[in-house]
């Protein structure tokens, strides 16, 4: 797993690891990001591996949910630091899912020019994706992560044991991120992946994923090449995703993504990339595992102008990673309107 060491990301069975990596930096201030449920179910683990070590918490609290991921919520907590006098030995440690991780990150990049954080992931979907990497930022103007940077965090620790009390929803999201990691490079964890329950989540496996992740960003941090792979399913997806945020029920990420990689898979079979046996496949088990909201047909032009506004596009083409078989991914490729239009069609009206 060096790709997971080059990324400093520790995948750990005792949280006093954290404590000892904050001991051992000195820092003068420790922050603990975390929305009601994290705080709620997981400061305390963290809290409780502090016995051996003198380290005192701040605590900053957001709602939970994709809304908290906004320019206001970083003002109130940029106004927070200040008030507090953090100075730039101020460490963040953003203990949640992906959305405060993205969020908290993006937070610490920007503070007094930037200042150290750790990720400490709680959901599966920021064990394996969100948490590692580097891309942090927020939602603007109805826009999936339309303001951002890239910054590494100084650490990221894994601790699989918080997703004893991760709801069932969150738990199938972030094993859409899984399935794509297996999609898009890895033909052998998509079927170890096939057979797979709540039960079976394995350190191991969620260990496999976050490395999978964690080797295409080694090659390639800033997204001019093979880190395109990641964003299959996501050309659709984010446009779902904005979709259904404007609506009183927002999707998760990874259903959202679920959803892209069906219609993403479908137009990889329209540019004869992938073949229908291997399509069929991964619609039956995403279908089986994932239940999608219906969208009108008239709505069909919300979501391709979502599309037409998405960050990869170049020369105002819309940009799609698709699949040239269960385990190979292909970057770069662009799709018609009527091509979009007909791989909506096929998932919702099949
Ligand atoms: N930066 C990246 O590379 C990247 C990659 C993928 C996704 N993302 C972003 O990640 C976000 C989605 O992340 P998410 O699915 O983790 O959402 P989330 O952070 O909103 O978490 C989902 C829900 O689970 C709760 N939760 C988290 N851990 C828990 C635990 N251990 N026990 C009980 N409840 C817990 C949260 O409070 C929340 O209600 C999106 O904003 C997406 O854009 C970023
Ligand atoms: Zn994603």
Excluded at 7 to 23: E, G
Excluded at 120 to 139: E, F, N, Q, R
Excluded at 142 to 165: D, H
């Amino acid at each position: 797993m060096d790709s997971l060491l080059k990324n400093n990301i520790h995948f750990v069975a005792d949280l006093s690891n954290v404590s000892k990596a904050i001991v051992e930096t000195g820092y003068s201030q420790v922050y603990v990001l975390m929305d009601e449920h994290t705080n709620e179910h997981c400061l305390q683990l963290l809290q409780e591996a502090l016995v051996d070590y003198e380290v005192y918490f701040f605590f900053l609290e957001v709602p939970s949910g994709e809304a908290s991921k906004d320019l206001s919520t970083c003002a109130s907590l940029w106004e927070s630091l200040s008030e507090d006098n953090a100075d730039r030995k101020t460490l963040l440690l953003n203990l949640g899912g992906g959305m405060i991780t993205d969020l908290g990150a993006f937070v610490a990049s920007l503070y007094k020019r930037g200042i150290s954080f750790y990720n400490i992931p709680t959901s599966l979907l920021a064990m394996v994706d969100a948490s590692i990497g580097g891309k942090c930022g927020i939602d603007f103007g109805g826009f999936k992560n339309q303001i951002g940077v890239f910054q590494q965090a100084k650490k990221t620790f894994v601790y699989p044991k918080f997703l004893n009390t991760l709801p069932e929803l969150e738990f199938w999201s972030g094993m859409a991120e899984m399935y794509k990691h297996a999609l898009i490079c890895d033909a052998a964890h998509w079927s170890a992946l096939k057979v797979f329950d709540r039960k079976e989540v394995t350190p191991a496996l969620i260990e496999h994923s976050a490395a999978l992740k964690a080797e295409i960003v080694a090659k390639d941090p800033m997204e001019n090449g093979e880190r395109k792979k990641l964003n299959f399913g996501h050309t659709i997806g984010h446009a779902v995703e904005s979709y259904f945020l404007q609506k009183e029920k927002p999707m998760p990420h990874g259903y959202a993504v679920a959803f892209g990689m069906i219609c993403e898979a479908h137009i990889s079979t329209q540019h004869n990339l992938l073949n229908l046996v291997e399509y069929d496949e991964i619609e039956d088990l995403l279908k089986t595992k994932y239940e999608f909201p219906t969208i009108p047909k008239k709505d069909f032009s919300i979501l391709l102008e979502f599309m037409q506004q998405d960050k990869k596009n170049e020369d105002g083409v819309i940009n799609f990673t698709l699949l040239q078989a269960i385990g190979s991914a292909v970057i770069d490729q662009s799709a018609t309107e009527s091509q979009i239009i007909a791989s909506l069609n096929y998932l919702l009206n099949e």
